[in-house]
């Protein structure tokens, strides 16, 4: 059973910092790419980040210089590392792979950005 567990959000002052983790199981997890989505308060869903297999990254014009994706394929864990964070970025954020057939989401975790 395919299983994504968000972790690491919370409340932060803007400038501040969070590393979000999204722990998986129930997968071969090295063999897939691996994204980073958010979505704020009545917005739609967008992507954020994304790590492929191999380790090349992409990243959203809005989080670029500030955010990084990470994976370790030992601890079948994605990372987001998010920097300088922003009132705009206060949103809820999920970790998604797509397997053969379909899209498979994690719950998501809150982000917070206010002073």
């Known amino acids: 059973q395919v299983q994504l567990v968000e972790s690491g959000g919370g409340l932060v002052q803007p400038g501040g910092s969070l590393r979000l983790s999204c722990a998986a199981s129930?997968?071969?997890?090295?063999?897939?790419?691996w994204d980073w989505y958010r979505q704020a308060p009545g917005k739609q869903r967008e992507l954020v980040a994304g790590i492929s297999s191999t380790g090349s990254t992409n990243l959203a014009d809005s989080v670029k210089g500030r955010f990084t994706i990470s994976r370790e394929n030992a601890k079948n864990t994605v990372y987001l590392q998010m920097n300088s964070l922003k009132p705009e970025d206060t949103a809820v954020y999920y970790c998604?792979?797509?397997?053969?057939?379909?899209?498979?989401w994690g719950r998501g975790t809150q982000v917070t950005v206010s002073s």
């Open positions: 998604h792979v797509y397997l053969p057939g379909r899209d498979y």
């Open positions: 129930g997968m071969a997890f090295r063999m897939y790419a």
